[in-house]
């Protein structure tokens, strides 16, 4: 079996230069979190391995980034550092590796998680051939994930107003979410102590932002195959930021501390490129048949806000109490450092958890072109 012993995160700051985090390295946020996990009982950490989410492995977060992280946390030599690019759900994928590693006895302990700044990596800044490349099959060819939320939107009959009303809420939850035992795992960092992207406003404020992403269509039409009813505005859109979350994973007894909580099962799968975000859908199905659970048997569910169509999907086609789901509020309000975004979703469902004394949580995660992960924990305490 693999726990998880300690799961910690950064607040999200805004990923502009301006921002509150932008004066540090992406590895530095990760060393800061190696950290926190010692001085909060993990003592000396001595991982076998480092796995690292990160979409933009180029500048600052290029080199092997989880190399670089591991020489700024001072890990020994003998650690093992591979970062990982599985566009969105990276920092998921990578503590998924992390529980692989230890229930096949290739680890005895690792620290696994995701980072992501933006205000020194930008959106697409790696300038992948794939985004651009018109060889491939249609269906294959990179959507930019705005366009492929606003189609999704369209033919699930998906109407504005519930956007509205999922991004509201997600800013009330996230507002109200602070100074709380649901931050309970989150470091105050580089004076930061708060999430600093958040802004709350009103369901009239909301109504009469007009859909943002209309222009960028022009660009991908080829792709998208006909005219669509653009629906998201940026309220719908998780705003660029800057973050990190890390998890220690191992096995029984390899930490000298009690572990916070048990992996059931984990998930990672593939789906439609051209649906681009349903993925996660599938990710959860399998992650369920894998436990034997049900979602009726989660206590917490954290469920990626990869734009507000996908939530508004997820509460319309699941028998899931709203209670349950993103209780601390979302993606849509804190912000979306892409690698690192399913790492800081699994600490925040750890501590979600351990304030309702629950049991059993859920953490699904969505990426672009067909990426889907998912994990389910189960609380010890």
């Not at 109200?176 to 470091?187: D, H, K, N």
């Not at 992403?213 to 991908?220: K, Q, S, T, V």
Request: proline share 4%.
């Amino acid at each position: 079996m693999a726990y998880i012993y300690d799961a910690v995160r950064t607040p999200r700051g805004k990923g502009k230069p301006q921002g509150a985090l932008a004066s540090m390295k992406p590895d530095e946020l990760v060393a800061s979190l190696a950290r926190s996990i010692s001085e909060r009982g993990a003592g000396p950490l001595a991982p076998d391995a480092l796995m690292l989410g990160a979409v933009g492995q180029v500048g600052a977060q290029g080199g092997n980034i989880a190399l670089v992280s591991k020489f700024r946390a001072e890990l020994p030599d003998s650690t093992a550092a591979v970062s990982i690019n599985n566009f969105c759900v990276s920092g998921l994928t990578a503590m998924g590796q992390a529980h692989a590693m230890v229930e096949s006895g290739q680890a005895d302990s690792v620290l696994a998680g995701g980072v992501e700044m933006m205000s020194r990596v930008p959106f697409m800044a790696d300038k992948a051939d794939f985004y651009s490349d018109a060889t491939l099959p249609t269906r294959s060819r990179y959507l930019l994930v705005a366009l492929a939320a606003d189609r999704l939107a369209e033919d699930q009959n998906i109407p504005r107003e519930a956007l509205d009303e999922a991004a509201l809420r997600s800013q009330q939850r996230s507002a109200a979410a602070e100074s709380t035992p649901l931050v309970a795992s989150r470091i105050n960092i580089n004076g930061l102590d708060h999430e600093e992207c958040v802004r709350v406003g009103t369901s009239e404020t909301l109504a009469a932002m007009e859909p943002a992403f209309g222009a960028a269509a022009e660009h991908y039409r080829d792709i998208l195959g006909r005219e669509i009813d653009h629906r998201h505005t940026i309220a719908h859109a998780p705003p660029i930021s800057d973050g990190a979350g890390l998890a220690l994973i191992g096995a029984e007894g390899a930490i000298d501390a009690a572990p916070r909580a048990r992996i059931v099962a984990c998930a990672e799968v593939g789906g439609d490129p051209a649906e681009s975000l349903t993925a996660s859908f599938a990710a959860m199905r399998k992650v369920l048949e894998r436990s034997g659970l049900s979602l009726s048997d989660m206590d917490r569910v954290e469920f990626m806000e990869a734009f507000a169509v996908t939530i508004v999907q997820f509460m319309r086609d699941y028998d899931v109490s709203l209670d349950r789901v993103n209780v601390s509020g979302g993606h849509m309000a804190k912000g979306h450092p892409l690698g690192a975004s399913g790492a800081i979703l699994l600490s925040t469902l750890l501590d979600t958890l351990d304030a309702a004394e629950g049991r059993y949580g859920l953490v699904v995660a969505a990426g672009a072109s067909g990426a889907g992960s998912a994990m389910i924990v189960e609380r010890l305490g």
